[in-house]
């Protein structure tokens, strides 16, 4: 009888045990199943198992903890996101854990981008790509790990632009800008607009070269003393002057108009000179060269327009700042 008794109260002290290592009492067989999976790094199983158990075991914050380690380790960041701010919702007793995880993608997220800049650097564009990409997957996954994480979105921007993803890289910047309003980032993001429309008005794609350098002007929190909005707001005036001339140059065309797009040029540039002089007595090198060119484009915009006056003033303007 003693015997049996004692068999009785280490049955049911291990059952106390093997609930308890799970977490403030037993959970479901499902949740118990999906978080021995987690320890086994089995995450397939963990994250089917876990997200049955947890329709039940809806407060069991340890359980959405290694559900959305599970998640991010899987690749399924949007589900992975909902579960950590579900755990941390719940309590905060793995907020270090999460933490400590989010560290820990974010700097092999890090190393792997400055393999990458080493690959570039070393002309292999292959192993390069490869770790970009890499990064970006790392990345991703830390700010499905901390939203919140400014720095991750950063990178994954940075990854794409060294991927040559422009468009992917603008999509990204201008996401977290309105989050960390940082003149830095505003900066990079004209930059970014600026050199598309460059590349654009070089190809003479007058009409995506208006679109670039119209959204490079419209960065919010860009400085208008910076010179990537001087240069964008410079090359929109000179597009559409660009497009006048093609207007007028094309003969079969005789109906069309040109005097809009040249009108449209004045309206831009005659605010510039002002913009770039500021309340500074002296200019650099790059401020006159733009100002001798912004010069050059309305005199000749006021003169297809007929406006002489306007015409002779800016010429003496010109000849002022040569002096």
């Known amino acids: 009888m003693r015997q049996i008794t004692k068999l009785s109260y280490v049955t049911i002290g291990l059952i106390f045990f093997i609930c308890g290592i799970y977490f403030n009492g037993c959970t479901t067989m499902e949740s118990t199943t999906g978080k021995l999976a987690y320890q086994q790094k089995d995450y397939e199983k963990a994250v089917r198992e876990l997200s049955k158990g947890l329709e039940t075991d809806k407060t069991d914050d340890e359980g959405w903890y290694m559900l959305g380690y599970s998640q991010v380790e899987i690749g399924k960041y ?27 993608k974010y700097n ?14 070393k002309k292999d564009s292959v192993m390069a790509d490869k770790y970009f990409h890499q990064s970006i997957n790392y990345f991703k996954a830390s700010t499905a790990i901390i939203p919140d994480s400014i720095i991750s979105y950063q990178m994954i921007g940075d990854a794409y632009n060294y991927l040559g993803k422009t468009d992917s890289a603008l999509f990204v910047y201008t996401s977290i800008l309105d989050k960390s309003k940082s003149k830095a980032d ?13 590349r654009a008005r070089a190809n003479e794609q007058w009409d995506q070269a208006l679109d670039m350098f119209q959204k490079a002007t419209e960065v919010n929190y860009l400085p208008k003393e910076n010179i990537y909005y001087q240069a964008s707001l410079f090359n929109l005036g000179y597009a559409n002057y660009q497009i006048a001339a093609k207007i007028a140059a094309d003969t079969s065309h005789k109906k069309s108009d040109y005097k809009p797009n040249l009108q449209k040029c004045v309206d831009i ?50 000849e002022e700042l040569q002096k």
């Open 78 to 104: 949007d589900d992975a996101q909902k579960s950590f701010k579900t755990c941390l919702s719940i309590s905060d007793k793995f907020a270090q854990n999460i933490k400590f995880y989010w560290a820990e």
């Open 108 to 121: 092999f997220g890090i190393n792997s981008f400055n393999d990458g800049t080493k690959s570039l650097g």
């Open 186 to 198: 505003a900066i990079m993001i004209a930059n970014l607009f600026y050199k598309a429309g460059m």
């Open 269 to 318: 540039l005659e605010p510039l000179p002002k913009i770039i002089q500021g309340n500074k007595t002296t200019l650099t090198d790059t401020e006159k060269s733009l100002l001798t060119t912004t010069y050059d484009v309305l005199y000749n915009a006021y003169d297809g327009l007929g406006m002489d006056a306007k015409r002779d003033e800016v010429k003496k303007k010109k």
